[in-house]
């Protein structure tokens, strides 16, 4: 069952400049950085509410490491914005599977690593109106590293 | 200042086959339905989670009354998809007028009426990174009507 918006993600081409962007035209600060190498991307969250599920929704900033991954293509294809949208839930297995079920596709076969230890697919854009959709559970608070 | 992820507006051809994705995929139904005339859209507001400033997020539905509406043109030109992200804020004048200072273009002189009763003002997306960004103060709880 997905339980809120767990972040919005949007694909810049250079997230320093973008991360500065959203600092000084809002306030809005740097909770989280890495770079996910299976994804392709160097990436910020920032926070900006928390949500009454207990978790809490980010904008999520994304520059392409390389060129060849799937935001680096999005990007020389369409140039900057919201590259996708992301629900969160308690179990990412059992809704991929239920919505497998339901003729949506699911991208992995099983949930892959995403940003601060969570475990995230992705729902075919084609078969959700155009919109990349993904499913995040977020990683146990024990393991969650900043 | 900006307390929430307000809504994400998301374009699509035919406002009735997108609320019905979202109900059978997901679960989610609709809080919210109105004409906005002005803006030239009918929409559906999908209530995902609350927030922790006391307000909410949804995902805001948007079919185009007229094509040469914005959110019109915007889907000639894209296809559906993600058309916008909204931020809430107790003050949209005092935001519009603060952001408007830092040399983003703010596209309206005075915020006009949104979903629910809210008042709302766009960024332009060129000065957001690709971004057409809103911002939304919500009405008092007693104006606001489901």
Redesign the interface.
């Known amino acids: 069952?997905?339980?809120?918006?767990d972040h919005?993600g949007?694909a810049?081409f250079d997230l320093d400049k973008?991360i500065e962007?959203y600092r000084?035209?809002?306030?809005?600060q740097v909770y989280h950085s890495e770079v996910n190498e299976e994804q392709g991307v160097r990436e910020a969250m920032l926070k900006?509410?928390?949500?009454?599920?207990g978790g809490a929704?980010y904008l999520q900033l994304l520059e392409p490491t390389r060129e060849d991954s799937a935001v680096g293509k999005w990007l020389a294809k369409n140039?900057?914005?919201?590259h996708h949208?992301a629900?969160g839930t308690p179990d990412v297995d059992a809704d991929a599977a239920d919505?497998r079920d339901?003729g949506?596709r699911v991208l992995y076969d099983e949930p892959r690593i995403g940003s601060m230890g969570s475990r995230i697919t992705f729902l075919h854009?084609k078969d959700?109106?155009?919109?990349l959709t993904e499913l995040v559970t977020s990683a146990p608070a024990s393991t969650s590293e900043h």
């Open positions: 069952m997905l339980t809120r918006i919005i949007i810049c973008t962007f000084s035209t809002y306030g809005f900006i509410n928390e949500t009454s599920d929704t140039g900057e914005g919201v949208i629900f919505i339901k949506v854009p959700c109106h155009g919109v």
